[in-house]
C-alpha cells in the first residue's frame, strides 16, 4: 500500500501508465484489415496477475478511466471478482482484444511497457 493515500502500488502504476498512453494519440495507433493506420479512442490497460498459491500469472484488464478513483474501483472490482481465477482472461463483452500473438506479417504499432513489480502490457 502507498503511505500517503492508501492505495496500492501496482493500481497506481497501472493508471499512470495508461493515463500516458491515451494521452498521446500516437500510443494508440493500429493497422486495420485493408492496411490503413488508426488509432483508438481510448485503450485499456492488459496486465498480468501472479498467483501466489501456484506461482502462475493470468492475465486481466480492467476498463480505463481518467477520474483515478473510477480506474481504482474498477480495479478493485476485478480483482474481486476476477484475480482468483487461473483462467487467461477475465470475461469480456464488446471489448476489442489487445493482447497479441504476433506473426511475422503484423503490425504492431502499441506499446508494451514493462514495470518492475510483474510484467505489465497495456493496449
Known amino acids: 500500500m502507498s503511505k500517503a493515500k492508501e492505495f496500492a502500488f501496482y493500481p497506481?502504476?497501472?493508471?499512470?501508465?495508461?493515463v500516458g498512453v491515451n494521452a498521446q494519440m500516437e500510443l494508440r495507433t493500429y493497422v486495420n484489415e485493408s492496411g490503413v493506420v488508426g488509432y483508438w479512442e481510448q485503450v485499456h490497460p492488459s496486465y498480468t496477475n501472479f498467483h501466489k498459491n501456484t506461482h502462475t500469472f493470468s492475465t486481466l484488464w480492467t476498463e480505463y478511466s481518467k477520474e483515478f478513483k473510477v480506474f481504482y474501483h474498477n480495479y478493485q472490482v476485478d480483482m474481486h471478482l476476477y484475480g482468483n481465477d487461473h483462467g487467461y482472461y477475465k470475461p469480456f463483452?464488446?471489448?476489442?482484444?489487445?493482447?497479441?500473438?504476433?506473426k511475422k506479417e503484423a503490425y504492431i504499432l502499441l506499446p508494451f511497457l514493462f514495470s518492475l513489480v510483474h510484467f505489465l502490457l497495456l493496449f
Not at 12 to 18: D, I
Not at 93 to 102: L, Q
Open 12 to 18: 497506481l502504476v497501472l493508471y499512470m501508465a495508461s
Open 93 to 102: 463483452y464488446c471489448i476489442v482484444n489487445f493482447e497479441f500473438h504476433i
